[in-house]
């Protein structure tokens, strides 16, 4: 069609002289020449519409307009007499080769070569070949290739335009399908993660919120209230009951621009209230200035309930188990006021049966305090130094038994105020790790000193030492490490969560600094 509605302007412009010349000069019409020119236009014409061009190579449609200069050169000759002016027709196919944008060089060169023919022709026919002759028509393909020029020069840059917008064209496209790969991409895993997760711009209004999160949003919502703000959600501190102040709630402390991570809230009430651990990272603009936060919530209550079940099971056993070891302790003392009525090896065996039996009540009493999470200390004055000394004289047996040295840095005196038999729970602790976990032997380094109004209590062993990950761990009830489990040295994994409760309740704080293979320092400090 293009092909057709590029040829009908001529053929339109043919048919409007045929009419002419047949209304004012009929006698032209028995020109064969102007014959041949009506014909070849109206056989264009129907050539147009005919040839399938779309399966042809695709500059075979120029054939056309190469065609229509020569039929132009038979109306020219056959219809001058009657219409001056035919000649003037060959722009048509002249603006259609230089439009086309093909060949730009041969069409041009058509331009002039094709008027020349059209004017030259006849006169070489007839034999008018004088320098006169043939320079008179010479302005007009001189004019035409000036127009057809024009048209290519024209057409180069409409082409260079075309061309640099169908690559942006393109290049939009391919950023479109990009952008919505990544948005499908990015609802799909939002949908199948276990996770709520909510984006908020730098106005706290919501951006992104995926279908959990909704569902979680439902659960804080309070009834018959369709749309509340952020202070009327039910959320709750870790008690389950006291609201959450509006200014500590996670999505506003993430507007507010805060990093934070497993703020622990509960969301809704009754039966259907659920745990939540929530973390957000703040989102930053090219300028590096807060565009606004992603908040992540992630349902805990399964975790919750089972760490409530499991303190309860053991204050449940720890209970069990005190009454009857208090009573075999109780019985035991009473044999052993009355132990010279007994022989050497009964009296040594039941003291075995009762240092085991008090290990036991020492193991259930550490079980409780844990369970209570909170250890009462009784401070008063004391000299830590006479503590420390005391816990190495105690453990000075067992040093040896494993080839272990002690190396002390302690002064004469170092007073503080602290709950003596608490302290030396802790000292005991610290050091029976220090030569537990130093198995090929090794030297254990125990100082103390006063340092800027508190006393400082530094053990340090060359053992087996801690991974980074195993550090982040040591404190956790029950925990210990994979070399440690793989071994036969005994404990259970309170001991150091026992120690830092102790140290935290006298106002102080408990360090560590460890490498594999070349051993831990455990620092404490706690004010004098």
Known sequence: MRVVLTQIPLSVTAAIAALLVLLFFPDTLDNPLFRIFLISQAVLLAVCFAVPWHRLPFPSFLVIPVLDMVSITFGREGGQEALTGLSVLVVLPVIWLCASGLYPRLAIALCFLGPLGVVWGPLFIRGATTPQDLSRPLLYPILMLGIGVSVSVVTMSMVRQQKSLEEKDEALNAAFEASSHHERLLNTVLEALPLGVVAVDGDGNHILMNPRQRRTHRLATPPGVADPAESQLLVFEEDRTTPVPGGQRPVRRAVL????????????TGPGQRAFSTSARPMRDDEESFAG?????SDVTDLINALAAKDDFVSSVSHEFRTPLTSILGYLDLILDNAEELDPMSRGQLHVVRRNAERLLTLVSDLLAVRAGHLVVQP?????????????DSATPRAAQAGVRF??????????????????????????????????GGEVEVAAWRENGEVVCRVSDTGMGMTDEEQEEVFAKFFRARGVRNSTIPGIGLGLPITKAIVEAHGGTITLQSAPGRGTAFTVRMPA
């Open 293 to 297: 936060s992603v908040i992540v919530f």
């Open 407 to 440: 190396s002390v840095d302690v002064p004469e005196t170092l007073r503080a105020h602290a709950d003596s038999s608490r302290m030396s729970q802790v000292l005991d602790n610290l050091i029976s790790n220090a030569i537990k976990y130093s198995p090929n």
């Open 257 to 268: 621009g805060e990093e934070f991570t497993d703020q622990l809230i509960w969301i809704g």
């Open 380 to 392: 008063e004055a004391l000299d830590l130094a006479v503590l420390v000394r005391g816990s190495i």
